[in-house]
């Protein structure tokens, strides 16, 4: 062993390239661990709100109950149409008066649904089933929240389909209820004046004569013309009447600027669909365009920024006039059931844009 020779020291580290490597894999554990914390909270609040809001709806059920609500002071619940967040709950809150109170949604939550009010009655019912849609951002997708016509609610699921309860024929009975007779008709009697006749057909002479009408004495027509009739000099008085009027001016129209104006229109305005029913999963309306000029672009869209349906158009650009069908299909899905505003619109304008609406049952 060389005396100037020293041991070898034992050195302990990472590379380079280990380091690179765990940098990465701790940044991809991070980026999944902060969706997954969004994605949690963006579920609690869409579940939180919707029992918030099913929470509500039963009480304003259970209030129109305890006070045998009478016509005109039902309980009731009002959205405000899609992209809205805010809902309208009217009911007794103590006071002993029914009074309205407004209430939001969380954060990222709006309604995919069209504008409804729910009235209960004084048995806790409504006229008709309906949902109610809670649209996430976050999440793109809804949670429904359905009200039986029984009034039963539910949140997330649809457990009293109405829809499915076939309808019940009640038969007409004849035959229980004796009929009207038939009124013995009154005798008319004699016009005064008129005197009775005998058996023989004759006047009685016994009666006294009636007073016979006088006859009215004709008015004279005066036609102003001052012409003499009564003796005097043919001349004009001062009142001839041959007077000519003047005649009315007749207004002109004035004329639209720019000529005749596009327009737009789409036929029929609402759809009923079904996620069961196989010949109901679809259906189309004519979204039409007159008096167009130039080429125009097409598009449907869902109010509310919702995606509960399928979308398509037959034609997308249009030039001048003419028309496209819109086809609309549905999802499966409990927070794809409900009523939606489907929006046709062109660009440039053509008139208004046209809302198609369509109700989708299970």
């Not at 009207?180 to 008709?185: D, E, H």
């Not at 001062?238 to 004035?254: D, F, Q, R, S, V």
């Not at 062109?346 to 008139?351: E, F, K, L, R, S």
Request: aromatic share 6%; hydrophobic share 30%; with cysteine.
């Amino acid at each position: 062993m060389k005396p100037n020779s020293k041991a070898k020291t034992q050195q302990r580290g990472f590379t380079l390239t280990q380091m690179v490597v765990t940098v990465a894999i701790i940044s991809v554990v991070s980026v999944f661990g902060v969706l997954g914390i969004k994605t949690a909270r963006a579920e609690f609040r869409l579940q939180n709100s919707a029992r918030l809001f099913a929470t509500y709806i039963e009480k304003a059920r259970a209030d129109a109950i305890r006070r045998h609500a009478a016509t005109g002071q039902e309980s009731y619940v009002e959205t405000f149409g899609p992209g809205t967040s805010t809902y309208a709950i009217t009911m007794d809150y103590g006071a002993g008066t029914v009074e309205t109170r407004n209430f939001d949604l969380e954060n990222g939550l709006t309604f995919s649904t069209v504008a409804k009010r729910v009235t209960f009655d004084w048995r806790g019912r409504i006229a008709e089933a309906w949902v109610f849609q809670i649209f996430s951002d976050f999440l793109e997708r809804s949670l429904p929240v359905d009200v039986s016509g029984s009034g039963d609610i539910t949140v997330g699921e649809q457990h009293f389909p109405d829809q499915l309860i076939p309808p019940v024929e009640i038969a007409e009975v004849t035959g229980d209820v004796e009929s009207t007779p038939t009124p013995t008709p009154t005798p008319t009697p004699t016009p005064s004046g008129t005197p009775p006749l005998d058996p023989g057909g004759n006047p009685d002479p016994t009666d006294p004569t009636p007073t016979p009408t006088p006859t009215p004495t004709p008015t004279p027509n005066n036609n102003g013309n001052g012409n003499g009739s009564d003796g005097t000099p043919p001349g004009n008085d001062g009142n001839n009447g041959n007077g000519n009027p003047t005649p009315t001016p007749t207004a002109t129209p004035t004329p639209t600027p720019g000529g005749t104006q596009c327009t737009s229109s789409i036929s029929p305005a609402q759809l009923f669909l079904s996620q069961s029913d196989i010949a109901k999963q679809s259906g189309s309306a004519v979204f039409t365009m007159v008096n167009g000029t130039g080429v125009r672009i097409i598009t449907a869209s869902q109010v509310g920024n919702g995606n509960a349906v399928t979308l398509g158009l037959s034609i997308q650009r249009i030039d001048g006039s003419g028309s496209s069908i819109v086809t609309v299909t549905t999802k499966h899905g409990a927070g794809n059931r409900g009523e939606f505003l489907i929006q046709v619109a062109a660009d440039p304008a053509c008139g208004s844009a046209q809302q198609l609406k369509v109700s989708i049952s299970n």
